[in-house]
């Protein structure tokens, strides 16, 4: 399997993963926020970072386009292990979600993907790690490193997610 056929399915897997938190986060708030079981669910607990459903899309969007770029560079350099730790940083997230399902016995946005996906994902690492020679070394200094890259990334977009939202409404409104 090359680095872009790779990156090509990690990518896809991240965004149909993504899909599912757009589409499903803000209807979860609304039904559920006031529901004192879920007071320390994922996005009940943040729900000021989600204040409507064009800001998540615009930070996943915004998401999606540095991923895009992580493994346009993994392609182009020839690093798999570039690659690999986007995937793995992925998957980690993954694990968030699938712990959710699992605290709250039920579907919670994102949860539905993230368990039809995990194993698709692992499966996936096998194939690749069995047909691409990686550099270990690499792959555990590449893996954490872009661990914090993206969660400095999903910090500063929390941070800025009331910004971003009056900036859509300021551009959806002007005529």
């Given at each position: 399997?090359?680095?872009?056929?790779?990156?090509?399915?990690?990518?896809?897997?991240?965004?149909?993963?993504?899909?599912?938190?757009?589409?499903?986060?803000?209807?979860?708030?609304?039904?559920?926020?006031?529901?004192?079981?879920?007071?320390k669910?994922?996005?009940?607990?943040?729900?000021?970072h989600?204040?409507?459903?064009?800001?998540?899309?615009?930070?996943?969007?915004?998401?999606?386009?540095?991923?895009?770029?992580?493994?346009?560079?993994?392609?182009?350099?020839?690093i798999?292990?570039?690659?690999?730790?986007?995937?793995?940083?992925?998957?980690?997230?993954?694990?968030?979600?699938?712990?959710?399902?699992?605290?709250?016995?039920?579907?919670?946005?994102?949860?539905?993907?993230?368990?039809?996906?995990?194993?698709?994902?692992?499966?996936?690492?096998?194939?690749?790690?069995?047909?691409?020679?990686?550099?270990?070394?690499?792959?555990?200094?590449?893996?954490?490193?872009?661990?914090?890259?993206?969660?400095?990334?999903?910090?500063?977009?929390?941070?800025?997610?009331?910004?971003?939202?009056?900036?859509?409404?300021?551009?959806?409104?002007?005529g």
């Amino acid at each position: 399997m090359t680095i872009a056929h790779f990156s090509l399915i990690i990518l896809s897997l991240f965004m149909l993963h993504e899909f599912d938190e757009i589409i499903l986060i803000r209807p979860w708030i609304q039904k559920q926020q006031h529901d004192p079981r879920y007071r320390k669910e994922l996005f009940i607990a943040g729900k000021a970072h989600y204040p409507s459903t064009e800001t998540i899309a615009v930070m996943i969007a915004e998401e999606y386009l540095l991923a895009s770029i992580g493994l346009l560079i993994a392609i182009n350099w020839h690093i798999p292990e570039l690659a690999l730790a986007f995937g793995i940083c992925h998957t980690l997230h993954l694990l968030v979600h699938i712990a959710e399902v699992l605290r709250y016995r039920c579907a919670v946005p994102g949860g539905i993907t993230a368990v039809l996906t995990f194993p698709l994902l692992l499966w996936l690492f096998a194939g690749y790690l069995h047909q691409q020679p990686l550099s270990w070394l690499l792959l555990l200094t590449l893996t954490p490193l872009v661990l914090v890259a993206i969660l400095l990334n999903l910090v500063w977009l929390h941070r800025h997610a009331a910004d971003i939202d009056s900036w859509i409404h300021k551009k959806g409104s002007a005529g």
